[in-house]
């Protein structure tokens, strides 16, 4: 476990699921698509919790501020040619808790990402944000990440 700005950064355990599925669906747009009150859904992010935690290229997370769960965030490590076979970290799901937020959690959280990172040496990291999350583009644009390419995506 890592200690930053008072928070402890861990992996993920299956009991953290629910907590991680409320921190998603905290915001404007996972209220429209987080689900996790009926039995099925529950199953769902159990199985898919499952499959992250056995994949040692994933790394799913929380911060912890005195034993409470205050945010979270996926890293995926990608080997690839390009680059000169150059690994690549992706953040993903950043999300802090609505009472936590302004005080400098999601800074540390993404400083620890990007340590996390370095330490699988990769030599880029990047992640996506949405369009309509405008708060979160002046956040990244802060920490010194380039808006450098447009992302697509398909829903299937």
Same mark, same amino acid.
């Given at each position: 476990? #890592?200690?930053?700005?008072?928070?402890?950064?861990? /992996?993920?355990? @299956?009991?953290?699921? *629910?907590?991680?599925?409320?921190?998603?669906?905290?915001?404007?747009?996972?209220? +429209? /698509?987080?689900?996790?009150?009926?039995?099925?859904?529950?199953? +769902?992010?159990?199985?898919?919790? !499952?499959?992250?935690? @056995?994949?040692?290229?994933?790394?799913? *997370?929380?911060?912890?501020?005195?034993?409470?769960?205050?945010?979270?965030?996926?890293?995926?490590? #990608?080997?690839?040619?390009? $680059?000169?076979?150059?690994? /690549?970290?992706?953040?993903?799901?950043? /999300?802090? @808790?609505?009472?936590?937020?302004?005080?400098? #959690?999601?800074?540390?959280? #993404? +400083?620890? @990402?990007?340590?996390?990172?370095?330490?699988? $040496?990769?030599?880029?990291?990047?992640?996506?944000?949405?369009?309509? $999350?405008?708060?979160?583009? $002046?956040?990244?644009?802060?920490? !010194?990440?380039?808006?450098?390419?447009?992302?697509?995506?398909?829903?299937?």
């Amino acid at each position: 476990m #890592i200690q930053a700005a008072g928070l402890t950064f861990r /992996r993920a355990r @299956a009991v953290d699921v *629910a907590t991680i599925v409320a921190l998603l669906a905290d915001d404007m747009l996972g209220a +429209a /698509r987080e689900a996790s009150a009926d039995a099925e859904a529950q199953l +769902a992010y159990l199985a898919a919790f !499952g499959e992250i935690d @056995a994949d040692p290229n994933q790394l799913l *997370a929380v911060a912890e501020l005195n034993g409470e769960i205050v945010g979270t965030l996926q890293l995926t490590f #990608i080997p690839g040619l390009s $680059r000169h076979g150059s690994k /690549r970290g992706i953040i993903e799901a950043v /999300r802090v @808790a609505s009472d936590s937020r302004s005080k400098k #959690i999601g800074e540390a959280m #993404i +400083a620890w @990402a990007i340590e996390q990172c370095r330490e699988r $040496r990769c030599r880029l990291v990047q992640l996506t944000t949405d369009k309509a $999350r405008i708060d979160a583009h $002046r956040f990244y644009d802060r920490l !010194g990440f380039e808006a450098s390419h447009i992302g697509y995506k398909l829903a299937l």
